[in-house]
């Protein structure tokens, strides 16, 4: 039997994982860094994530992968970190598709304390309908 609260629990957490993936990408999308690879000023790398089912299919992670490619050229001539030509690396950010896995995120944690919920009242009730029987 598949228990309605620990596979609600797992995606909780896989949507707060999803979650604090996107807001790090948020907040670090202004971030800037050298084009130099040998360099120990690096921007920010993205990331982004994969949902995976756990192996006996009672759950969920999040998954956290580099996005590729990690960097794109920016332009900024006035960065401490810019080359020669004025450009620097900035991090492989889409905003878009980050806010929109904020909202996603909040909706699947919503829909998880929703299914847990259900378990707990499902559980109570079997407990009930038991004490009930003796």
Known sequence: MI?????????MMAASKKLSIS??????????GSTDPQSPNQAYQAQTTLNKSIGDGTGVET????????FIQSFEPDSPFANS??????PNVNLDEDL?????????YKANV???GAG???????IDALNHKS
């Open 3 to 11: 228990n309605p609260i620990s596979t609600s629990l797992s995606g």
């Open 100 to 108: 929109i896995n904020t909202k996603i995120a909040e909706q699947a």
């Open 85 to 90: 030509e004025g450009m620097v690396n900035a």
């Open 63 to 70: 998954v956290a992968l580099k996005r590729t490619p990690s």
């Open 114 to 116: 929703a299914t847990m």
């Open 23 to 32: 807001a790090e990408n948020i907040v670090n999308a202004d971030s800037v």
């Open 120 to 126: 707990l009242q499902m559980h109570n009730a079997l």
